[in-house]
């Protein structure tokens, strides 16, 4: 008689960036939605109890322990600022464990982390943002970086490599930086007011966009009006000039090149600067997306961390 075999559960999905994937004194992930809608966020529509039993399932794929002393998984109360957080301790205020956030702990505000400390696994919170992770192979200092619109127009990707320098004495050409999935050129239409703020920031700013004109239905035609004929003093029809679409000339956003030329600026080689092609409003089926689903959904997280010695 043939033994049932036992149902196993399906297997998270992580992507990983190939040169931080070889060092075997690292932890780094890009997580998905995969399986089952793998939320890992606690605003998010799901019961704090999933989201719980989400963060313990992806520190065990990452081979870290269930978080306690040791091991301590760092998120920061994101709010599209500039603010870099340096981890160097664990006191109680920048822990974010499950039953802190749910007893109403304090966090602290900020967009990116950066940290020399093992144990320690930095994560940013997203769904279209651009997730960036960095790490200094020879100081061994990781950063985690949450770089939507905002963030990139501050340049929050470049100050981060200035923090890892500053406090960690960092040089900018042993750093190696992964870009993670998040919202491409092709789907993230912004308004005016965004190209302007980022063509008077950046001397490349015009670069950064492509711009594209509206199709035939996309523009509104006036109705003839009745003026009058010079030849017989009558009243004719003749057409008004055409009016356009508010949404005539659109325009599309690549973070992606933004922050790449930010970490060269910075002092990054080009070869080590790593860029996922999933764009995530492109990809629902394997990621969240605030944009594609009209902000009904959850966050996937990029985390990094050093193993203890």
């Known amino acids: 008689m043939k ?25 780094h992930a890009f997580t998905t939605r995969l399986p089952g809608g793998f939320n890992l966020n606690y605003s998010a529509a799901d ?32 709010r599209h600022t500039d603010i870099i957080r340096a981890i160097a301790s664990t006191p109680p205020e920048q822990l974010s464990g499950s039953q802190r956030e749910r007893a109403g702990g304090v966090k602290l505000v900020g967009d990116a982390a950066v940290s020399d400390q093992p144990g320690y696994l930095l994560a940013v919170q997203v769904a279209d943002c651009l997730p960036i992770l960095l790490v200094d192979v020879e100081q061994r200092v990781v950063a985690a970086v949450h770089a939507g619109w905002r ?8 100050k981060a490599v200035g923090r890892m320098r500053q406090d960690f004495g960092c040089k900018p050409k042993r750093i190696l930086a992964a870009i993670g999935p998040g919202i491409h050129e092709c789907c993230y239409e912004v308004g ?8 008077g920031r950046f001397p490349y700013g015009e670069k950064l966009f492509r711009r594209t004109q509206p199709s035939p239905s996309e523009v509104h035609w006036q109705q003839p009006r ?19 679409s508010p949404r005539a000339e659109r325009f599309h956003l690549d973070l992606v090149e933004a922050n790449q030329r930010q970490l060269l600026a910075a002092g990054l080689q080009p070869r080590n600067i790593w860029a996922s092609p999933f764009c995530t409003a492109c990809r629902t089926d394997l990621f ?22």
């Open 47 to 78: 019961r704090p109890a999933k989201v719980e039993k989400n963060r313990r399932a992806l520190l065990r794929a990452l081979g870290a322990k269930t978080p306690g002393p040791g091991w301590q998984l760092i998120t920061l109360r994101q």
């Open 192 to 199: 005016r007011a965004v190209v302007e703020a980022y063509e």
């Open 288 to 309: 969240f997306s605030h944009r594609a689903e009209q902000g009904r959904t959850g966050r996937m997280m990029a985390v990094i961390g050093l193993v203890e010695r």
């Open 151 to 158: 963030g990139t127009l501050s340049s929050l990707a470049a």
């Open 226 to 244: 009745l003026e009058p004929s010079p030849s017989f003093g009558t009243r004719e029809r003749r057409p008004r000039p055409a009016a356009t």
């Open 3 to 27: 033994r049932k075999r036992r149902s196993q559960k399906p297997k998270i999905k992580l992507l990983q960036a190939p040169r931080l994937a070889r060092l075997k004194w690292l932890r």
